[in-house]
T-cell receptor, first 115, second 114 residues
Framework: GAVVSQHPSRVICKSGTSVKIECRSLDFQATTMFWYRQFPKQSLMLMATSNEGSKATYEQGVEKDKFLINHASLTLSTLTVTSAHPEDSSFYIC???????????FGPGTRLTVL | DAKTTQPPSMDCAEGRAANLPCNHSTISGNEYVYWYRQIHSQGPQYIIHGLKNNETNEMASLIITEDRKSSTLILPHATLRDTAVYYCIVRVAVILGNTGKLIFGQGTTLQVKP
């Protein structure tokens, strides 16, 4: 299957700082990427849909000013958690859609811990 | 997108077939059935998808009922590495111009036992 990478895989930060997570499609171009969040023992929750060259579409209840998404190229989308707080601690997962194969592939996830 | 219903958990003996059911009684004619799985602390992994015909690949088989209101994912010879949460998702085809987002339910936790 296609490869989607995330960086970093794990990050610990102090409350009030901002954290940037990168999502890259390594062997295909992705016009659309998706960002999910997963709390322990829960399912994945879609946060936003990111389209290359345009503004992201956020799901209801997700603060766009807190979770900044940039999709500047066909292989890279970034999620910035601004002014992170302990309740933002979670597993953040991105996915990228390969139009050629009409499939969606997921990254390995980023574990964020806010102290 | 149509909602799905899956049993919260199932056990399977190693080497035996694992049959994971999914109900999607409100599925529309243009919605596909997708299966993903998530091994602990990893990103979801695509398994298989289908519209109305049964499908098979190197990982699994997907059996969709004639009325399309339910489906079964079959892992023919389960191994310990198949222990994971399995998600059944219905979604309109991306080619119809929608966002193609996948909405995850609670899934089925499959425990493969020695």
């Amino acid at each position: 299957g296609a490869v989607v990478s995330q960086h970093p895989s794990r990050v610990i930060c102090k409350s009030g700082t901002s954290v940037k997570i990168e999502c890259r499609s390594l062997d295909f171009q992705a016009t659309t990427m998706f960002w999910y969040r997963q709390f322990p023992k829960q399912s994945l929750m879609l946060m936003a849909t990111s389209n290359e060259g345009s503004k992201a579409t956020y799901e209801q209840g997700v603060e766009k000013d807190k979770f900044l998404i940039n999709h500047a190229s066909l292989t890279l989308s970034t999620l910035t958690v601004t002014s992170a707080h302990p309740e933002d601690s979670s597993f953040y997962i991105c996915s990228a859609r390969d139009l050629e194969r009409n499939e969606q592939f997921f990254g390995p996830g980023t574990r964020l811990t806010v102290l | 997108d149509a909602k799905t219903t899956q049993p919260p958990s199932m056990d399977c003996a190693e080497g035996r077939a694992a049959n994971l059911p999914c109900n999607h009684s409100t599925i529309s004619g243009n919605e596909y059935v997708y299966w993903y799985r998530q091994i602990h602390s990893q990103g979801p992994q695509y398994i298989i998808h289908g519209l109305k015909n049964n499908e098979t690949n190197e990982m699994a088989s997907l059996i969709i009922t004639e009325d399309r209101k339910s489906s079964t994912l079959i892992l023919p010879h389960a191994t310990l590495r198949d222990t994971a949460v399995y998600y059944c998702i219905v979604r309109v085809a991306v080619i119809l111009g929608n966002t193609g987002k996948l909405i995850f339910g609670q899934g089925t936790t499959l425990q493969v036992k020695p």
